[in-house]
């Protein structure tokens, strides 16, 4: 945790001159701008802050007091949340918004600075008290973060805040990768905003548009923001990211089943020579597609939310579309508009709705459309896979790509389930141009059975404009049959790896983050149906071998002519030898004459043979 | 070469025809299927969590990085195996792999040899008070090598590399200086093997009573009178010789003295294990591993599919008892076959072999082969008993596991019911073999008494 401390040294001042503590305790922004496919991406940004000594005294006016408390009870010190679900595209939509330093791996993931104590188990029992008031708070399983899911990375994470004992605080972090996030989390996001999703660009927040999105991120992160040692504020950041697709999101509400489109209405490519009145080749669509707030959001924005203390400005909406696209702007107030060659930003001031309406348009653009993104080049591109089939055992293997024309410093981090097993003898690198990749630094944690992950931390240098590929083997456990869900052959889920791309003074100042898509591991499955039968059968076996040694172990041999015939066999024989008599005497009957005095016969010569066989014997 | 002249060749040295073509055999299958032996290093059937050849890698990685190698759930093997590995060269090149199956192949030629002094001693036929009536049909000791030495299960297991082939060299080790009478040595081998995996340990018991008989024997026969000069002649002769009592090492002491030797032994190793290590951690991840069982890979024994099924709340219940099964083997057969001491570590071993929570065929093979050492009393459990059963079901469980493990792992179209149901069946085929075993060891001995029951019809009672 020193080394930790050592590193995050840097990073603590530069947070410091870059973080200026906002002007205003409560600021709200949209950020818009359409991507390729037909998508749109929407960024909603909440920031309330509140002085620390305020914060101290119980005095909340921004901060959620619900969060506070939480946040105090725990003696945590700076907070990150995320709820995250889908894919961002990045090889068609380009970079990360906000440099993937507000999102999070798919399902839930927590990380958290929590003050140690003196006692050695009070962090882990702050941190457990805070995963599950969380957990009751958001709606969500964050209480299954036990300390098999809990890490604690080294270079991976640095505080974004600034904090003046550091070295008492322990990071910790974990997720949930098979967290399904739903609409019972935003509401309980959406109540810790000081408008409660009622007005401003909040009341565009509707779950059913935030849950069909293709890629969604919500975030929370609680940092202390210092301008002098003695002027410090907590502040809170709240961000719903989304990436749209328009044409779904515009479905009307009433019709809302997707069906398909009339024939009469598909725009036909009538070049084609199979072009008839049965037969349509969908002409590819030009241009840009109509939106409005309204349609894809459900609503407008209704009003805003007026806590500025000046009242000149409560929100501001940054639309990004290039310098010829027509933008409605539909409201009764004032709006202040600012417009350059690739942003528009609009500033409202007024207790009105306000809609922002694109009509359809076919821009004279030299580039096509589809290979137009708002968003540059990304620092970095990373995907992960699982290799190999059955399920005893696989691989992993990462793909890390640097497009940019210098190398790049990276730090990669894994956590994985206890149940997956790696081995790390086998990790190998592998760089696209041939040059001998080798990790910087390696962080290893391996797994204890039930108790503890795997953690690896892996800092690389990738070269520029190459390829590295890491990979590993890795043997899956086979669990007890109370440790499998419900679901069992679906598989468990393995948590997204995350890359901290280091900032490269002289190429970019802030660190970015990005995280792969998380794995599906299919484990080896007992019958859940037969626990009786493998004790019974398994039982069975052991006696059997328990018993015939024991047996021979402690009884005696003797000759068969010794022992005494046991009671029960002389009485056995006596019941057979009846038995046998009948079944002779009984055909005996039969055949003969009907007469009495054949039949004693009969029973006098039956008398002779008995005799016979006595003497013989 | 002409065939006479071979067959005279292997008449003369026959151990080291027998050693040489082993060796050649397992250094030849590693060259020209260099796949094989990862293939076997991966196989459930061969390597389990406590002995994979895999995992002492990875161990050994962590080792070389300086971090410690029981801080972690994958490496549970002896710490010492640490240093001896970390002196080859990496199995991942071709040249560590083929050095690792040199060093493997290495220890089969010293459990073979140890098995053939076995063998030779006749320390399965006679002892301090007891003579087989069957002696003259004992096995020879070259048969019993090359049963060891070409025991499919004894060379899949070499090739796959677990390190249990060390548990099982320094059982052999042992027994073989118990036969001797080299007290010393045999209990520190067996401390070793105790060392490596824990349930030699079980053996210590009859080793003790082997080492015990053949001192008491080496005392008499220093002390015997000149007449009956040596221990054949006299054996043939069949005559109880009288023995003075007072020359005799008394048994407490003995036993205390081999109790000590062993605790000391163990203790030395464990130091020396420490300080290696950083921490004592490897004790728990050693030796508790075993007896709590935290890791269900499959294996051909009884324990994995029972813990996979056990209700949580008798987990702890049903490892106790199922430890407290294992010894409560090991004093009853010293008891019974204290006159027989070799067949009470035999079948000792034969319970381990099938009891054992991470089960191999690996120690299956070793045990197979030393129950050969048995080979005497063999027509008596193939006229009496079920052999017949017995092997067809070792036979169809050799054959049947790896595909049913297939179906279920690779193929999903069985499922997990199919290898347990396997396991169950090469357990008990086992089983039945040892019981036949036990059941002509300890007729052989009662006929000994009593010669007129020889062929007869008799009665447990």
């Known amino acids: 945790m020193r080394i930790a401390a050592l590193l995050a040294l840097p990073a603590w001042l530069a947070s410091t001159v870059h973080a200026s503590p906002p002007t205003q305790p409560y600021d709200e922004q949209l950020h818009l701008a359409p991507l390729p496919g037909g998508n749109l991406y929407a960024g909603f940004s909440f920031t309330a802050t509140t002085p620390l000594t305020s914060y101290d005294e119980q005095h909340f006016r921004y901060f959620p007091r619900a969060l506070g408390q939480i946040l105090q009870y725990t003696h945590t010190k700076e907070l990150h949340l995320r709820f995250a679900r889908g894919r961002w595209d990045d090889e068609s939509w380009g970079t990360r918004p906000r440099g993937g330093r507000r999102e999070g791996g798919t399902g839930v993931e927590i990380w958290a600075w929590v003050e140690r104590g003196q006692e050695p188990d009070l962090l882990q029992e702050r941190w457990s008290g805070l995963v599950n008031s969380l957990s009751g708070l958001f709606c969500a399983s964050l209480n299954f973060i036990d300390g098999a899911k809990t890490s604690s990375p080294v270079v991976s994470f640095e505080p974004e805040g600034t904090h003046l004992n550091l070295d008492n605080l322990d990071l910790l972090h974990g997720t949930l990768p098979n967290e399904v996030v739903c609409t019972e989390n935003l509401t309980p996001f959406l109540k810790l905003l000081p408008c409660k999703g009622k007005a401003g660009i909040s009341s565009l927040l509707d779950g059913h548009k935030i849950f069909d999105a293709n890629w969604q991120t919500m975030s929370i992160d609680v940092r202390p923001v210092c301008s002098a040692p003695d002027d410090c504020v907590l502040e809170i950041q709240q961000t719903v990211d989304i990436v749209l697709d328009i044409q779904r999101s515009m479905r009307p509400r009433d019709n809302p089943i997707p069906r398909p489109v009339p024939i009469e209405k598909i725009p036909c490519d009538e070049t084609k020579e199979y072009n008839a009145e049965d037969t349509c080749y969908p002409k590819k669509f030009e241009g840009e597609m109509f939106w409005s707030l309204s349609k894809v959001f459900g609503q407008p924005i209704q009003g805003n939310c007026p806590l500025a203390e000046d009242g000149t400005k409560s929100y501001e909406i940054k639309l990004e579309v290039p310098f010829e696209r027509t933008v409605e702007v539909i409201t009764d107030g004032n709006i202040s508009e600012t417009k350059d060659q690739s942003e528009r930003r609009y500033s409202v001031p007024e207790q009105q709705t306000l809609d922002i309406s694109l009509p359809e348009q076919v821009l004279e653009v030299h580039t096509a459309p589809d290979a137009r993104s708002p968003f540059d080049t990304p620092r970095l591109y990373a995907s992960r896979q699982i290799t190999g089939y059955g399920q005893q055992r696989g691989g992993m293997h990462a793909v890390l790509t640097n497009p940019q024309p210098y190398a790049q410093k990276i730090i990669y981090l894994e956590s994985l389930p206890w149940f997956l097993r790696p081995f790390m003898h086998t990790l190998t690198f592998r760089a696209s141009s041939g040059a001998e990749v080798r990790p910087e630094k390696m962080y290893y944690t391996p797994a204890l059975d039930r108790k503890r992950g795997t953690q690896l931390e892996l800092q690389v240098e990738v070269p520029a404009h190459s390829t590295v590929e890491l990979s590993y083997e890795f043997e899956k456990a086979i669990l007890r049959y109370t440790e499998y869900p419900p679901d069992a052959n679906r598989g468990f889920d393995v948590p997204a790896a995350v890359v901290r791309v280091i900032a490269n003074t002289t190429e970019a100042d802030q660190d970015a983050y990005l995280r792969t898509t998380s794995l599906l591991l299919p484990l080896p499955t007992p019958d859940f149906s037969m626990p009786y039968n493998v004790i019974i059968l398994t039982s069975t076996v052991i006696a059997l071998g328990f018993g015939s040694i024991f047996n021979l172990l402690v009884r005696r041999f003797a000759l068969a002519s010794e022992v005494p015939p046991s009671p029960f066999a002389t009485k056995l024989k006596a019941v057979r030898d009846r038995i046998r008599g009948l079944v002779q005497k009984a055909p005996a009957a039969k055949d003969g004459g009907e007469t009495k005095d054949e039949k004693k016969v009969k029973g006098l010569n039956g008398k002779r043979t008995v005799d016979v066989n006595r003497k013989d014997l | ?461």
Request: charged share 10%; net charge neutral.
């Open chain 2, 1 to 461: 070469m002409p065939a006479s002249t071979r067959a005279s060749v292997y008449h003369e040295h026959p151990k080291a025809v027998l050693l040489g073509a082993a060796a050649t055999l397992r250094i030849l299958l590693a060259l020209v299927f260099p796949q094989l032996p990862a293939l076997l290093t991966g196989r459930v059937e061969i390597s389990t969590p406590v002995n994979s050849f895999k995992r002492l890698q990875e161990g050994l990685y962590l080792y070389e990085k300086g971090l410690d190698p029981y801080n972690g759930g994958v490496f549970h093997q002896a710490p010492l195996l640490l240093p001896l590995f970390s002196l080859l060269p990496s199995s991942a090149t071709w040249l560590g792999s083929l050095t690792s199956i040199i060093l493997y192949t290495a220890l089969d030629l010293i459990t073979a040899n140890c098995i053939f002094r076995i063998a030779q001693s006749g320390a399965a036929l006679i002892s301090r008070t007891f003579t087989s009536p069957r002696q003259d049909r004992a096995w020879s000791a070259a048969s019993i090598t090359a049963i060891y030495l070409f025991n499919p299960f004894t060379v899949l297991a070499c090739l796959g590399r677990p390190t249990t082939v060390f548990t099982t060299a320094f059982t052999a080790l042992s027994l073989s200086h118990a036969c001797q009478g080299n007290t010393i040595t045999a209990t520190f081998a067996i401390a070793i093997a105790s060392y490596i995996s824990l349930h030699p340990l079980l053996l210590l018991p009859a080793i003790g009573i082997l080492c015990y008989d053949q001192v008491c024997q080496r005392e008499s026969l220093a002390t015997e009178s000149s007449n009956v000069s040596t221990r054949s002649s006299k054996v043939i002769a069949g005559v109880k010789v009288a023995v003075d009592q007072r020359t005799q090492p008394k048994p407490v002491i003995f036993a205390a003295q081999i109790s000590a030797t062993f605790a000391l032994a163990l203790a030395v190793l464990l130091l020396l294990s420490r300080a290696l290590l950083p921490s004592w951690q490897f004790i728990p991840s050693v030796y508790a591993t075993p007896l709590t069982l935290p890791d269900l890979t499959p294996n051909p024994g009884v324990w994995w599919y029972f813990f996979i099924e056990m209700f949580d709340a008798f987990r702890s219940f049903f490892l106790g008892v199922f430890w407290l099964h294992m010894l409560a083997y090991s004093v009853p057969f010293c008891l019974r076959l204290g006159r027989q001491p070799l067949a009470a570590a035999v079948l000792m071993m034969g319970v381990i072999a099938v009891f054992e929570p991470y089960a191999n065929i690996g120690d299956v093979g070793f045990w197979l082969s030393c129950l050969c050492l048995l080979g005497h009393v063999f027509e008596l459990s193939s006229i009496h008993r079920y052999t017949f059963p017995a092997l067809a079901a070792i036979l169809y469980g050799t054959l049947l596991g790896p595909a049913f493990h297939h179906l279920w792992i690779y193929a999903g179209s069985g499922n997990a019911n199919f290898f347990y149901a396997i396991t169950l069946v090469w357990s008990l085929g086992l089983l039945i073999l040892l019981t036949d075993t036990l059941y002509s060891v300890l007729r052989d001995e009662w006929e000994n008494d009593r010669p007129e029951g020889k062929g007869k019809e008799i009665r447990q009672i």
